[in-house]
């Protein structure tokens, strides 16, 4: 008696746990980052692995500086200008993806300008939002704030931010061996929190 009971809670606890989550089809997500040093392109193939869609990098028409202190200058004069940069990737009938990631590195305490361009040239009303950042120890800044403010109509959860490379020190791509592995074992128990499961479970 005693184990047919145990057996019923667990069995109640574990279809709870699944009646809970949010289980995506595939072909209705879209991941788009933009990653500079390639730390944020890392969590976006991480949350791909993980939930699968669309993984789409964010290219611009005409691609900032190699130089860092030139794309800091560069960056700057955008965000005291309003300056949407132009962007050289096109997404195909987004009105066919329910669920869109966007990733994006914090440049000036702020979301990238090219991402910006992105988010205000499509139609996210009725979308769910997923904000995803990689900074280089001083946060995300106000960018999931600007997530909720371009996307004003849409679904905007909880956002995911992690420490990457810190390109002013020469610091660059950093998420490989255990940083890798932690980063995986963060995004996975966010996806957990925000309550999205993999499609292929």
Not at 13 to 41: H, M, W
Not at 174 to 180: A, N, P, S
């Amino acid at each position: 008696m005693k184990n047919t009971l145990l057996l019923l809670i667990i069995l109640f606890g574990f279809t709870s746990f699944r009646l809970d989550a949010q289980i995506l089809p595939s072909e209705k997500i879209l991941i788009v980052y933009l990653s500079r040093t390639n730390n944020t392109k890392a969590i976006a193939e991480i949350i791909h692995a993980e939930v699968g869609g669309k993984l789409v990098a964010l290219e611009l028409k005409k691609p900032y500086p190699e130089n860092y202190r030139a794309t800091v200058q560069q960056v700057v004069h955008e965000n005291e200008t309003g300056y949407l940069p132009p962007l050289k990737t096109k997404i195909d009938s987004v009105e066919k993806y329910d669920t869109v990631f966007v990733g994006f590195p914090t440049w000036d305490m702020k979301m990238p300008p090219p991402m910006k361009s992105f988010l205000r040239s499509y139609d996210f009303a009725g979308k769910t939002v997923i904000p995803f950042n990689t900074n280089a120890g001083y946060g995300v800044g106000n960018g999931f704030d600007t997530v909720k403010k371009l996307c004003p109509n849409s679904n905007v959860l909880e956002g995911f931010t992690i420490e990457g490379g810190i390109e002013r020190d020469g610091v660059l791509f950093v998420m490989r061996g255990e940083k890798e592995q932690i980063a995986k074992n963060k995004v996975s128990l966010w996806l957990k929190k925000i309550k999205l499961t993999n499609p292929r479970d």
